[in-house]
């Protein structure tokens, strides 16, 4: 039977401070051969989304978690966090004098970002010269973008079209952010649309097909819960195996290929 099936970028389809593997390449392909229709649901943005996609011909794109949705090359959804909340959340970064950054796909700004915290970041600079972090990977992407942050009001930065938001200092008051999640990343964390069930919707409204998914983190939560068949990588976060159908071997392993096997999904 043909199925939607539905990847995850980072840590699924790309193993983390890796390239996507041959095998994975490879069964992208024999999924296509099969018929089967393939779509992208990743927490990236669009512009850091295009490269995976056009690697691996795929023209169903849900990007920043869900708020955002790219079919053959046309636009159709896109969400803003609103200013209610922008505000709130604003306000307590500039109270407790925590540095941020606030993101959409053309540029990022903020309303209190220290020179200081510039300065770390040109530290990283040797990293890209020595070729170990590239310029166009999610790293390279989003080292740019801080570096280019524009510094501007807060009444700016609340009517700015966000998609995401990092800050630099652990939150005291997390009920500030509620209903989102944030991710904790030792240097910096972030706060993103979980919704991508919602893009995994628009798809069943294109083609009513049975949703196989495959994912890692928790942002894959909400579609794991919403998909026919769910099916996590070995590397997958906790919480994430206890919700899946199918626990396959980890991304770097050919956990993908391993799983299109094991559900005769070639054929």
């Known amino acids: 039977?043909?199925?939607?099936?539905?990847?995850?970028?980072?840590?699924?389809?790309?193993?983390?401070?890796?390239?996507?593997?041959?095998?994975?390449?490879?069964?992208?392909?024999?999924?296509?051969?099969?018929?089967?229709?393939?779509?992208?649901?990743?927490?990236?943005?669009?512009?850091?989304?295009?490269?995976?996609?056009?690697?691996?011909?795929?023209?169903?794109?849900?990007?920043?978690?869900?708020?955002?949705?790219?079919?053959?090359?046309?636009?159709?959804?896109d969400k803003y966090l609103d200013t209610d909340y922008m505000n709130r959340v604003i306000s307590y970064f500039e109270t407790t004098k925590t540095p941020y950054i606030i993101f959409n796909d053309n540029q990022c700004c903020s309303s209190y970002f220290p020179k200081r915290y510039f300065a770390f970041f040109k530290l990283l600079l040797p990293l890209f010269k020595l070729n170990i972090i590239k310029f166009g990977s999610t790293a390279g992407v989003f080292f740019q973008k801080v570096m280019s942050t524009k510094l501007t009001s807060k009444d700016e930065v609340i009517n700015f079209k966000t998609k995401k938001i990092a800050f630099f200092k652990k939150a005291k008051n997390i009920s500030i952010f509620e209903p989102f999640h944030i991710y904790n990343r030792k240097i910096l964390h972030m706060v993103e649309f979980e919704c991508k069930e919602e893009g995994i919707k628009l798809l069943k409204q294109n083609k009513n097909q049975k949703v196989v998914v495959f994912g890692d983190g928790f942002n894959d939560l909400s579609m794991f819960k919403y998909a026919d068949l769910s099916i996590a990588m070995g590397n997958a976060t906790s919480i994430l195996k206890q919700n899946a159908d199918y626990i396959t071997k980890d991304s770097h392993k050919n956990g993908i290929m391993a799983a299109c096997e094991y559900y005769d999904f070639f054929k």
């Open 1 to 77: 039977m043909m199925a939607w099936i539905v990847f995850d970028i980072d840590g699924t389809l790309k193993p983390y401070l890796s390239s996507i593997p041959k095998s994975t390449i490879s069964a992208i392909e024999k999924l296509k051969q099969a018929g089967h229709d393939i779509a992208i649901a990743t927490g990236r943005e669009y512009q850091e989304t295009k490269e995976t996609a056009n690697l691996l011909g795929i023209d169903y794109l849900i990007c920043c978690g869900g708020s955002q949705m790219i079919f053959k090359n046309e636009m159709i959804y």
